[in-house]
């Protein structure tokens, strides 16, 4: 019997035995209305028909019906006319508000709007009352989907899991990638902190399986053989005999990964061996893990200001990726190629971002990544009035430029600006842009009008900032902060770029660094990284540029296997050393940590 014949049988059940009853016995004087009739047609027009001719509630049946089936059919653009005929939903009985919420919270959601699904899930419409296993079922489904596209990853986890008891098992493939896509946007500490809390052996095994997975985020080879410990544990879970695809697919991406990786890297400039060595002691440590690593060969591109010659060179050698180059007068020709007949990644931008070559994936330290996230994490902190304080170099100003163009997009306002050259006393630079050179002015024009005996002087600086956005390096930043202080300014946050920290522990010479916010790499961060130690055990001591730069070299080689993955969106984010990477149109963007100084150390914020 189809669904919507089982839910005909349901509707009418009440009036059958209503009429058997009344043939039975004498007449009522009464007369009792059924809560729900549905018609008989069961295609859209024949409802939408006949709900022009049926009585109320029956006529809204059929338009539910109706609704119901467009939506199960993609035939969304009939919806609105369908709905605007339902009127007074909450006059009509709770079975039929139950269907209408869960109608306009689907509505919501194919229009991306989360919250205002989550709102008729949990509205007046919804009656309690309504018991009915398959209409609690949706609800259930609609209100996790909803929580997860409003980034509430913990709370559609918990509410997917709590499913898998009232579900048919044909639905359990699709269910089950569901709670995977939840979980895998939470991060280690949330995936142990619900483990620790959970009570059940279903939700327990899940997030198990996703905290092995996280563990291993950095070898395929080492997630693979994770899923087979956990199956083993685990042998009762549902998933062991369907897990998420994506998991399911990990295998066969390990099979396609490149097996032979060209490096076109300047190995005559600093920067092109601070990457060469993260990309080696990422490679290093996978061998640890399994002897399949790739082939690596290195094509020198120092000096060279033409790419061809190169790309040709690592293709005829059999490369199945190719990483590099870095120089972004090479990457924009690698753009005008006719074809890239290998896969490559780039280790920076193209400047046209109008078009994209199949086969070209960018990657790099793009200080518009770090722009962009300083100042929503300013916005996010309530902040509306910005000044921005910068070096006097045409980069800087472009950087500037791009600060002033994505804080105006989010609403805010642009104060107060001023620049500064050299590392000298910034005492001037700093009374312009808290305007106390002006207040400085209106007291000696004072002075000159009046006896001096009768004036007493405070400088004041202008109110209207809510924060200070700095680009500076750590020699410019250990003076100006302590600037700021001195004229009045010492209580406005000041938010940096990466480049105020030099990624040495300095207690005593970064004290004068103390209260800026700031967003880096986690490699720099995180002193304790394994990999990270072992380079410094192992390497020259770098300050903060080239150890970005060595992270870099680290991530490239991490992606090597899963940038398809990205690339489709299978996988929504990578944690990487140089940040949480994604990819959107086959550029790869990071987000930062924050991090803050306290008593001269960079702690890191959320």
């Given at each position: 019997?189809?669904?919507?014949?089982?839910?005909?049988?349901?509707?009418?059940?009440?009036?059958?035995?209503?009429?058997?009853?009344?043939?039975?016995?004498?007449?009522?004087?009464?007369?009792?209305?059924?809560?729900?009739?549905?018609?008989?047609?069961?295609?859209?027009?024949?409802?939408?028909?006949?709900?022009?001719?049926?009585?109320?509630?029956?006529?809204?049946?059929?338009?539910?019906?109706?609704?119901?089936?467009?939506?199960?059919?993609g035939q969304s653009e009939q919806v609105?006319?369908?709905?605007?005929?339902?009127?007074?939903?909450?006059?009509?009985?709770?079975?039929?508000?139950?269907?209408?919420?869960?109608?306009?919270?689907?509505?919501?959601?194919?229009?991306?709007?989360?919250?205002?699904?989550?709102?008729?899930?949990?509205?007046?419409?919804?009656?309690?009352?309504?018991?009915?296993?398959?209409?609690?079922?949706?609800?259930?489904?609609?209100?996790?989907?909803?929580?997860?596209?409003?980034?509430?990853?913990?709370?559609?986890?918990?509410?997917?899991?709590?499913?898998?008891?009232?579900?048919?098992?044909?639905?359990?493939?699709?269910?089950?990638?569901?709670?995977?896509?939840?979980?895998?946007?939470?991060?280690?500490?949330?995936?142990?902190?619900?483990?620790?809390?959970?009570?059940?052996?279903?939700?327990?095994?899940?997030?198990?399986?996703?905290?092995?997975?996280?563990?291993?985020?950095?070898?395929?080879?080492?997630?693979?053989?994770?899923?087979?410990?956990?199956?083993?544990?685990?042998?009762?879970?549902?998933?062991?005999?369907?897990?998420?695809?994506?998991?399911?697919?990990?295998?066969?991406?390990?099979?396609?990964?490149p097996k032979h990786i060209v490096l076109?890297?300047?190995?005559?400039e600093q920067y092109g061996n601070a990457?060469?060595?993260?990309?080696?002691?990422?490679?290093?440590?996978?061998?640890?893990?399994?002897?399949?690593?790739?082939?690596?060969?290195?094509?020198?591109?120092?000096?060279?200001?033409?790419?061809?010659?190169?790309?040709?060179?690592?293709?005829?050698?059999?490369?199945?990726?190719?990483?590099?180059?870095?120089?972004?007068?090479?990457?924009?020709?690698?753009?005008?190629?006719?074809?890239?007949?290998?896969?490559?990644?780039?280790?920076?931008?193209?400047?046209?971002?109008?078009?994209?070559?199949?086969?070209?994936?960018?990657?790099?330290?793009?200080?518009?990544?770090?722009?962009?996230?300083?100042?929503?994490?300013?916005?996010?902190?309530?902040?509306?009035?910005?000044?921005?304080?910068?070096?006097?170099?045409?980069?800087?100003?472009?950087?500037?430029?791009?600060?002033?163009?994505?804080?105006?997009?989010?609403?805010?306002?642009?104060?107060?600006?001023?620049?500064?050259?050299?590392?000298?006393?910034?005492?001037?630079?700093?009374?312009?842009?808290?305007?106390?050179?002006?207040?400085?002015?209106?007291?000696?024009?004072?002075?000159?009008?009046?006896?001096?005996?009768?004036?007493?002087?405070?400088?004041?600086?202008?109110?209207?900032?809510?924060?200070?956005?700095?680009?500076?390096?750590?020699?410019?930043?250990?003076?100006?902060?302590?600037?700021?202080?001195?004229?009045?300014?010492?209580?406005?946050?000041?938010?940096?770029?990466?480049?105020?920290?030099?990624?040495?522990?300095?207690?005593?010479?970064?004290?004068?660094?103390?209260?800026?916010?700031?967003?880096?790499?986690?490699?720099?961060?995180?002193?304790?990284?394994?990999?990270?130690?072992?380079?410094?055990?192992?390497?020259?001591?770098?300050?903060?540029?080239?150890?970005?730069?060595?992270?870099?070299?680290?991530?490239?080689?991490?992606?090597?296997?899963?940038?398809?993955?990205?690339?489709?969106?299978?996988?929504?984010?990578?944690?990487?050393?140089?940040?949480?990477?994604?990819?959107?149109?086959?550029?790869?963007?990071?987000?930062?940590?924050?991090?803050?100084?306290?008593?001269?150390?960079?702690?890191?914020?959320?």
């Open positions: 019997m189809s669904l919507l014949r089982k839910l005909v049988h349901y509707l009418l059940l009440p009036v059958i035995i209503l009429v058997l009853a009344g043939c039975a016995s004498n007449p009522v004087t009464e007369q009792v209305i059924p809560q729900e009739t549905a018609p008989e047609p069961t295609s859209i027009a024949g409802l939408l028909a006949s709900a022009r001719t049926l009585p109320s509630p029956a006529a809204e049946v059929a338009l539910v019906t109706a609704i119901e089936l467009m939506l199960q059919n609105p006319a369908a709905i605007a005929r339902i009127n007074r939903a909450e006059t009509l009985p709770s079975r039929l508000q139950y269907r209408i919420a869960l109608i306009q919270a689907d509505i919501a959601l194919r229009q991306n709007q989360p919250q205002i699904a989550l709102d008729w899930l949990t509205g007046d419409l919804i009656n309690t009352e309504v018991i009915d296993p398959l209409l609690q079922t949706q609800l259930i489904r609609l209100q996790a989907n909803a929580l997860l596209a409003n980034n509430q990853a913990r709370e559609a986890a918990e509410t997917f899991m709590a499913l898998p008891t009232s579900v048919n098992t044909s639905n359990l493939p699709d269910l089950h990638d569901n709670i995977w896509a939840s979980l895998q946007r939470l991060n280690q500490s949330e995936l142990n902190d619900m483990a620790s809390n959970s009570d059940s052996y279903s939700s327990r095994g899940w997030l198990e399986l996703a905290i092995v997975i996280s563990a291993e985020q950095h070898s395929i080879k080492a997630q693979l053989d994770a899923i087979l410990r956990w199956q083993r544990v685990w042998a009762s879970h549902p998933a062991v005999v369907s897990l998420p695809s994506l998991l399911v697919e990990l295998q066969l991406i390990w099979d396609q990964r076109l890297l300047p190995l005559q990457i060469q060595e993260g990309f080696f002691s990422a490679y290093y440590q996978a061998l640890n893990v399994s002897r399949e690593v790739p082939r690596i060969t290195i094509i020198d591109s120092s000096n060279q200001v033409n790419v061809n010659p190169l790309y040709d060179s690592a293709v005829a050698r059999g490369a199945d990726l190719i990483i590099g180059p870095v120089d972004k007068e090479l990457v924009n020709q690698l753009q005008q190629r006719p074809e890239l007949p290998v896969p490559t990644l780039a280790l920076n931008y193209v400047d046209d971002t109008q078009y994209t070559p199949a086969n070209l994936y960018q990657f790099g330290l793009a200080p518009e990544d770090e722009i962009i996230q300083a100042a929503s994490m300013a916005w996010q902190a309530g902040h509306r009035n910005a000044a921005i304080l910068t070096p006097l170099g045409s980069e800087d100003q472009r950087l500037r430029a791009i600060f002033a163009e994505e804080w105006q997009r989010l609403g805010g306002k642009l104060v107060s600006t001023a620049t500064f050259s050299g590392d000298s006393d910034y005492s001037d630079v700093i009374k312009q842009l808290m305007a106390i050179d002006s207040s400085e002015a209106r007291a000696s024009l004072l002075m000159e009008l009046l006896p001096r005996s009768n004036v007493e002087f405070t400088p004041r600086r202008r109110n209207d900032i809510d924060f200070i956005f700095l680009i500076a390096n750590p020699l410019q930043g250990r003076q100006l902060k302590p600037t700021l202080a001195f004229h009045f300014a010492g209580d406005i946050p000041v938010y940096a770029m990466p480049s105020i920290y030099d990624g040495l522990s300095n207690q005593s010479e970064n004290s004068d660094l103390n209260g800026i916010i700031f967003t880096d790499a986690p490699w720099v961060l995180d002193e304790i990284d394994p990999l990270r130690v072992e380079i410094a055990n192992n390497l020259r001591l770098s300050q903060g540029p080239l150890q970005r730069l060595r992270a870099m070299g680290v991530d490239s080689f991490r992606m090597y296997p899963r940038l398809q993955q990205l690339a489709t969106g299978e996988l929504n984010t990578l944690q990487g050393t140089t940040g949480s990477l994604s990819m959107s149109n086959q550029r790869i963007q990071r987000v930062l940590q924050a991090a803050r100084f306290v008593d001269g150390m960079a702690i890191v914020i959320e």
